[in-house]
């Protein structure tokens, strides 16, 4: 009896080889290469276990029960693990995140600074054409890109404007 057909009690019907046993076939370069490759794909993420962490261990709650603190996106788990569940984390120097030196103000909003604008484009609503450009944004977490309406971004920022040019392009 195979492997699998012990542990589940019922035969193996993955897309590996879809062959009979019963067939004869010989095996060639071309079914071992396509059978490498399927299993390749069988060994995704899913059949591996997960863990979350590192996690900070806060008491002993029996002889073989810890609460850890889970970060806010796991408040719907219960903080209490089984020893079993719990793993040694071994320190490794690339799992250090370097922090963005981000001011945060009161109302908890940071300032971004258009850096450049990159597009125009004019949209025709109801007989009206509205102007838009794509505006590059930097902050400390990196650039990001949006559509604003080019009225309001040649009264708030009139230098992105001074020269006539887009990067690149040019469009007046």
């Not at 609460?67 to 788990?77: D, E, I």
């Not at 990159?118 to 505006?135: A, C, F, P, Y």
């Amino acid at each position: 009896m195979a492997p699998y057909d012990a542990l589940y009690c019922r035969r193996c019907r993955t897309p590996l080889c879809w062959v009979d046993p019963s067939e004869s076939i010989a095996l060639g370069p071309e079914v071992v290469q396509q059978t490498t490759e399927k299993v390749k794909v069988l060994k995704s993420r899913k059949l591996r276990p997960r863990f979350i962490g590192p996690c900070e261990i806060l008491k002993r709650v029996g002889p073989v029960a810890y609460q850890v603190a889970l970060p806010p996106s796991l408040s719907n788990l219960h903080s209490v693990f089984h020893v079993s569940q719990l793993r040694k984390y071994v320190h490794d120097p690339s799992h250090v995140i370097e922090l963005d030196n981000v001011q945060v103000k009161a109302n908890l909003t940071y300032e971004t600074q258009p850096l450049r604008i990159d597009d125009r484009m004019v949209k025709q609503l109801r007989g009206k054409e509205i102007s838009l450009v794509n505006v590059v944004w930097g902050s400390a977490s990196g650039e990001d890109a949006t559509w604003e309406l080019e009225g309001q971004m040649r009264d708030a920022y009139p230098t992105l404007f001074d020269t006539g040019k887009f990067w690149g392009r040019n469009f007046f």
